[in-house]
């Protein structure tokens, strides 16, 4: 038959107590990029004409964001559709118009020209534009250094607390991020703008003039929980 011995215990022994203690940080940093969502719209008496109105002001679309460049990291497609528009009135199934959209989205680096993109894009014929919605990389430095610091403040706790008893920290029992199985992205967005253009003609865009759009700081979390042993405290 075996016992368990007093180094076993999960709170500690006198001889060598535990303290445990949460390290948190809340950090703000400028964001690093800005995502816009863009709608084109058509409407017409038949599918065809629908379709080629669609896919002009689409190409319209796209043509204008990729005019930016080194600006834009990324332009995607998100979604189409096209829908017949039933009568009201009158028996059977008789289709009145289509409404066909587009729905694109695209991530900028430089938001000098975020501004005058966003404008450019709203000026164009049934064109919504969304955003845009700031946010930082997944691989951001920030992320590391709001980790470091939560840790660092694990620590300066936990010493404070040995110190108000007169102990020491001794060693490092345990090291974990706060929900590890079920972990939450650090950093938070949120739209901050939104602008909507319906009509107007591709060629007057370019005069359109440009937004000044502010970019909205995001704050980054991080939590850990932490175990040490300490001296034995003067009691």
Do not use: C
């Not at 009158?90 to 005058?116: K, S």
């Not at 894009?121 to 250094?145: I, Q």
């Not at 590890?180 to 009509?199: D, L, M, Q, S």
């Amino acid at each position: 038959m075996t016992t368990d011995t007093p180094a076993s215990a999960p709170y500690g022994t006198p001889e060598t107590p535990r303290v445990a203690v949460r390290g948190e940080a809340r950090l703000e940093f400028d964001p690093e990029i800005a995502r816009i969502g863009v709608t084109v719209s058509a409407r017409g008496t038949d599918r065809r004409t629908a379709l080629d109105d669609l896919t002009r002001r689409n190409n319209d679309a796209l043509n204008l964001i990729k005019s930016y460049q080194d600006a834009v990291e990324k332009l995607e497609t998100g979604s189409f559709s096209i829908n017949p528009e039933l009568t009201r009135r009158g028996r059977g199934e008789r289709v009145h118009a289509y409404h066909g959209r587009v729905h694109i989205n695209a991530e900028l680096t430089d938001f000098t020209a975020l501004g005058e993109l966003t404008t450019r894009l709203a000026d164009l014929e049934l064109t919504t534009v969304d955003g845009p919605w700031w946010t930082l990389r997944p691989d951001s430095p920030a992320h590391g250094e709001a980790r470091r610091q939560a840790v660092r403040e694990a620590v300066q706790r936990a010493r404070e607390y040995a110190g108000a008893l007169g102990a020491n920290l001794a060693a490092l029992v345990e090291l974990a991020d706060i929900g590890a199985e079920n972990a939450a992205p650090y950093a938070t967005r949120a739209p901050a703008y939104a602008t909507r253009g319906f009509g107007g003609a591709p060629e007057a865009a370019a005069a359109a003039p440009a937004l000044d759009l502010e970019p909205q700081r995001q704050t980054v979390y991080a939590q850990v929980n932490a175990r040490f042993t300490m001296t034995p405290p003067t009691l």
